[in-house]
């Protein structure tokens, strides 16, 4: 009944035409009388006299074929004939919107996983990104995520011109012709980024393009590349594939992030999407690492004006050392001073207020002149300076609190001196003998923090130091190590000091810093030390009580 060639016949194709733009069914039992089919037929509709056609549905009911039979003689359609069109019908069109919907479930699968990937590589990146503190970690921090969740084969970063000081933190610059600096990493692996470290910030470079254009440049392999950049050194060692990012924050533009991947590769728009978010995330890291690294200068800055210049007392030799927390913000909160009172009588105070922060800094500073100033009406001893500082702490109102040493010395007509001092909670202060012995000095009960209870009266104490005697007062960064008690730290700064006895006090100071590792400290270390330049001989009494 059915002719296969009929299928394919301009007739057959106007009659499925007019049955999906009815979206009724259609029956004619001879087109030779229908008045619109009437006339000659082409070669191309033979024999297609009787015609049945049932309109095809997909899945949201919208009529997108016809499924026909044709008849080469005259046929009036029975009513079971169109029945089993009908059914027919049913039947297709309930297989293509199962296909339909099996196509969209698929689609949307590779989607989901799509939106899936790029939520792990973008949680990986935001917990990678949030322990970093400077430039370095954060394209430390990017480079692994990309290697490992994008198979890149190499990432870095090129931003604005950069300068490194010496707490090894990257800051903005301003040159007259901007320029951008590659960002190294722990991984240095990457042999011709070294070799265009630094390149203009101009179209001369893709880096710069991005750069100054604010638009990412793709690029499916190094070729590709080459063909607008052709005097940038491209080796199958820098990968194929490449991609270069514009970093912004704000519209402020601070730099590039460039991708390469080991095999060429066209990047789909899930993937420009994924590594576009990465881009977002990594160029806001990098301004907070810059806000940082401005913040630390600043309290860097404050502090190093607060702290004493170490004045010229006949009769003692008195250094100091202060080494901020390294590639941290932790700074201001430790301090050493060193006066002469009117009377004659030198001195030495170490302190280390509570927090790391610039607010630390500016209570350092608060505390550290109303005890001078306080020192200075009084001249008594020590206890009397501390617990009127306690006493104005309380009456100020200052929310601070800190822990410190302060000692006086004063000078007898034998040559050695009297050491009188207060401890508020702090680590004792370590005295060396001339012969090198040790000791620290507990002695007393100790006292609560400044701050903590004004209403404490406090003690002094007292020994008396002979010629070529020590004293170093210090901070707990200088001994204070994780998950370790704080006895074993005194116990290796006393067996340091007894070392460096017969050491000069700054090259005494400088190898007390090397034995106990706290070139680069994970907290503040202050430190200021003494010693009797005097001469005695009788060197029995050498710390006397």
């Known amino acids: 009944m059915v002719s296969i060639e009929a299928t394919g016949s301009p007739l057959v194709q106007a009659l499925c035409n007019d049955v999906v733009s009815g979206r009724q069914p259609l029956f004619i039992t001879d087109t030779r009388d229908h008045p619109r089919l009437r006339g000659p037929r082409t070669p191309a509709d033979p024999g297609v006299v009787a015609y049945a056609g049932w309109p095809l549905t997909d899945h949201r009911g919208r009529t997108v074929g016809s499924l026909c039979a044709v008849d080469v003689t005259p046929r009036d359609w029975t009513p079971e004939e169109r029945a089993a069109l009908e059914d027919l019908a049913g039947a297709c069109s309930a297989e293509i919107a199962q296909r339909e919907l099996r196509s969209r479930a698929d689609d949307d699968q590779k989607r989901g996983q799509s939106l899936l990937d790029r939520g792990r590589v973008l949680l990986a990146l935001s917990e990678a990104l949030a322990a970093t503190r400077t430039l370095s970690d954060v394209a430390g921090a990017v480079q692994a995520v990309a290697l ?170 008195i250094a100091a050392r202060y080494l901020p927390a390294a590639v941290r913000e932790q700074v201001g909160g430790d301090w050493y001073d060193a006066f002469v009172l009117r009377s004659g009588s030198v001195v030495l105070i170490i302190g280390d207020v509570v927090g790391h922060d610039i607010q630390a800094a500016a209570h350092m500073g608060q505390l550290r002149s109303m005890l001078r100033a306080y020192a200075w009406a009084d001249d008594g001893p020590p206890s009397r300076a501390v617990e009127r500082l306690d006493q104005a702490i309380n009456g100020l109102r200052l929310d601070a609190l800190a822990t410190l040493v302060y000692a006086r010395l004063d000078p007898d007509t034998s040559g050695a001196w009297t050491l009188t001092w207060t401890c508020a909670g702090h680590p004792p202060p370590v005295a060396i003998s001339p012969t090198g012995r040790s000791e620290l000095l507990q002695l007393g009960r100790p006292g609560p923090l400044v701050g903590a209870a004004p209403e404490v009266s406090r003690d002094d104490n007292s020994i008396r130091l002979s010629p070529g005697a020590t004293l170093i007062l210090y901070t707990d960064g200088l001994i204070e190590r994780r998950h370790e008690l704080l006895d074993i730290g005194m116990e290796r700064l006393s067996r340091a000091a007894a070392q460096g006895h017969r050491l000069s006090l700054d090259h005494a100071l400088d190898r007390i810093i090397d034995d106990l590792d706290v070139r680069h400290p994970t907290d503040d270390v202050a430190v200021i030390a003494v010693r009797l330049t005097g001469s005695s001989d009788d060197r029995r009494g050498e710390i006397a009580r």
């Open 148 to 317: 490992e969740h994008l198979g890149c084969l190499h990432a870095g970063l090129w931003l604005r011109t950069l300068r490194e000081d010496e707490t090894r933190l990257w800051r903005l610059v301003s040159e007259p012709v901007e320029q951008l600096r590659f960002v190294p990493t722990e991984r240095d692996d990457w042999v011709e980024a070294a070799k265009i470290a630094q390149v203009p910030a101009d179209a001369t470079t893709p880096m710069g393009d991005v750069h100054q254009t604010r638009v990412a440049r793709f690029f499916p392999d190094r070729h590709a590349q080459a063909v607008i950049y052709p005097h940038l050194p491209t080796t199958a060692a820098d990968g194929e594939a490449r991609a270069f990012l514009p970093l912004t924050v704000a519209r402020r533009p601070l730099g590039a992030l460039v991708l390469t991947w080991p095999g060429a590769r066209t990047l789909s728009e899930d993937d420009r999407s994924t590594i576009g978010a990465l881009a977002t995330y990594t160029a806001q890291a990098a301004e907070r690492a810059l806000l940082l690294a401005e913040r630390v200068e600043t309290a860097l800055v404050l502090q190093d004006a607060m702290l004493t210049e170490i004045p010229r007392i006949d009769g003692l030799d």
